[in-house]
């Protein structure tokens, strides 16, 4: 070899190193300062609405008007710290944690449903919860939404060409699926599994299955959970009643249709500019869970319709700029390594999803989803619903994802 072609071996070797060092950085991810202000300014709004909104509540529950907020603002700056820790981690080290975030997210699932067991909380007709009540708990569906992303994008990344194919790109994820969503209908947790179900068909999509197994796949899930809903309302037995109240609340309003009732005439006092921060007057005691499934409707009540839109347009710019983050991540890295936007698109979903749910209600008994062409309460609403505002620690320490 010549001194030429060495100079040039040599030069030719710098330069993949530099790509390297620079795409190595690039994964391990700089801090992108939009979305960090619009993160840290919904989680102020969140804290001051729960403040606002849990009052009353609070002090009838405990005695001590701010116990929501002091243990919302603590699950807060834990939340926050990890989001700047994990944020400094190359996402490529995440890769090995599929398999096993996947192996304990079916153990805790089981776990939850074994009868009489003393780890296992129920509240409203339902075991979702592990731990010990008033001390610390947990959901275990939190795990598997994790597992879910994480698995799916590692596995779906390395094997994008067979994608199409129902052996290894369709059948293996449909499977985990159905056995993640019998496993949380049990318990049952209907928003849950919906939740799990759309955020494995979105990484399933955008990995490459195309609509030719992607629509049939839907179809039959979705046929699955509404025949479960019809010819087992024993599974769900809230799902029913929560339909019957959709299609006419006033038809039962000192039953399933009082809390519907109760959060539209909510909303229906704040008005245009509402009744002013700590006015609400539904807050006491008439809108069931303010801190939680109703804090929307305190908002709505408290600043009006310019302060709730407002709320969802920072919520919406979120949402859109991290999907400009993915779609720059995954043009950045084409030439280095796996597609990062098998993870960021879906995490994306799974971030937006979860400010909605508690920031402004934290299971989605929003009034919103009841006025004509709404929906029916369900944890699943994702303009009114988000860890940044309503009581709950699991959502806000799940800033660091």
Excluded at 307 to 333: D, N, P, W
């Amino acid at each position: 070899m010549t001194r030429e072609e060495q100079r040039a071996r040599k030069a030719q070797q710098e330069r993949m190193r530099q790509v390297e060092r620079r795409h190595k950085e690039a994964a391990r991810g700089q801090m992108d300062l939009p979305f960090l202000i619009l993160t840290l300014l919904l989680t102020v709004i969140g804290l001051i609405m729960l403040f606002s909104a849990s009052f009353p509540r609070a002090y009838y529950d405990t005695g001590d008007g701010t116990y929501y907020f002091k243990r919302q603002a603590l699950f807060a700056v834990i939340g926050l710290a990890g989001m700047f820790v994990v944020g400094k981690i190359n996402y490529q080290r995440w890769r090995g944690a599929g398999r096993l975030l996947v192996g304990l997210a079916l153990f805790l699932l089981i776990l939850v449903i074994i009868p009489h067991n003393p780890l296992a909380i129920t509240a409203n007709r339902a075991t979702r919860w592990l731990g010990i009540k008033g001390v610390f708990q947990f959901q275990p569906s939190e795990i598997a939404k994790l597992a879910v992303i994480v698995y799916f994008s590692d596995t779906i990344s390395k094997k994008r060409e067979k994608m199409l194919t129902w052996r290894q790109g369709i059948l293996p994820y449909v499977a985990l699926l159905a056995v993640i969503g019998v496993l949380m209908m049990l318990e049952p947790h209907l928003s849950g599994t919906l939740l799990i179900l759309s955020i494995g068909a979105v990484l399933m999509f955008v990995g490459g299955t195309g609509l030719k197994w992607f629509a049939p796949a839907g179809i039959a899930g979705a046929g699955a959970i509404a025949a479960a809903v019809v010819l087992l309302p024993e599974l769900v037995p809230y799902a029913m009643g929560r339909l019957s109240s959709w299609r006419d609340p006033f038809a039962d309003p000192l039953g399933e249709g009082h809390q519907t009732i109760q959060s539209l005439y909510a909303i229906a006092s704040g008005g245009a500019a509402g009744l002013g921060l700590g006015n609400s007057r539904q807050k006491y005691l008439y809108v069931p869970e303010p801190q939680n499934d109703f804090i929307f409707s305190i908002l709505c009540e408290e600043l009006g319709f310019v302060g709730a839109a407002l709320t969802v347009v920072l919520f919406l710019l979120l949402f859109l700029r991290g999907m400009s983050i993915a779609a720059g991540g995954a043009e950045h890295c084409r030439c280095y390594q796996h597609h990062p936007q098998h993870r960021h698109q879906p995490a994306v979903f799974f971030f937006r999803r979860y400010q909605f749910d508690d920031a402004a209600g934290r299971n989605g008994h929003c009034a919103l989803r009841f006025a004509p062409g709404g929906r029916p309460v369900t944890g699943m609403c994702k303009f009114c619903d988000g860890d940044f505002t309503t009581f709950g620690s699991s959502a806000l320490l799940k800033l660091a994802e």
